[in-house]
């Protein structure tokens, strides 16, 4: 009987617990309408707010949003007061097994100083944030306990950008995303798409850890 070689196992196995990531259009979110205040699939519940208050998502197919502000079809801070409570928010809470992989935008502004730009709160550890553009001025900042502070500046403003972190992050986590620029009114972020992944069950990781060891000592 031909062994398999201790490679092909583990590309089996992985593709055993490999998971599709799902992404969720505006469209998907809000259904078209302006009425809805959350959304919730099972694995994460999106919830829109002002300054903590209840809000409604907007009905744009393109660019996720709360009405009213500067911009219906994102969520933003229609001045530079960041003491004023209008500020508007996203709560995204995650399913133990399912984290956030990529938010898209277009179309965004909220940089300046170390108190300016968009804010994602909750995660549980370095969520390693990337970016599909490159640009000096286009970065994130960690503050090494569970915030992640996004610098978008206005001269990327029509870029289309993929933000991308790694699922493990947020697993399990509720975050937070608000927005606040005390430079320039109307800081901004319309939100394209929001895509999150599986995260592999600790027992399946063992599981594959062991197989492949086990068939490594068989070949010795």
């Not at 699939?41 to 919830?47: M, P």
């Not at 898209?104 to 170390?114: E, K, L, P, S, V």
């Not at 592999?200 to 070949?219: D, I, K, V």
Request: overall charge negative.
């Amino acid at each position: 009987m031909q062994k398999l070689p201790y490679t092909a196992f583990v590309a089996i196995a992985s593709c055993g617990l490999a998971s599709a990531a799902t992404t969720l259009t505006p469209s998907d979110i809000h259904g078209g309408v302006t009425t809805n205040t959350s959304f919730a699939n099972g694995d994460v519940t999106l919830t829109p707010s002002i300054g903590g208050a209840p809000a409604t998502f907007g009905g744009n197919a393109n660019f996720l949003g709360i009405p009213g502000g500067s911009n219906n079809n994102a969520f933003d801070d229609s001045d530079t007061d960041a003491t004023n409570d209008n500020g508007e928010e996203l709560t995204m809470v995650f399913a133990p097994t399912v984290g956030l992989t990529q938010i898209a935008y277009n179309f965004a502004r909220a940089d300046g100083g170390a108190s300016d730009g968009v804010f994602i709160s909750g995660f549980n550890s370095d969520p390693g944030v990337t970016f599909s553009v490159s640009d000096a001025s286009l970065f994130a900042v960690w503050d090494g306990v569970d915030t992640v502070r996004l610098n978008l500046p206005g001269a990327l403003f029509s870029t289309a950008t993929v933000i991308s972190f790694d699922p493990a992050a947020s697993a399990g986590e509720t975050l937070l995303l608000t927005i606040s620029d005390t430079t320039q009114a109307g800081a901004q972020l319309p939100i394209g798409s929001i895509t999150y992944d599986t995260i592999p069950e600790p027992s399946s990781m063992a599981l594959l850890a062991f197989g492949g060891l086990a068939l490594l000592r068989r070949r010795r």
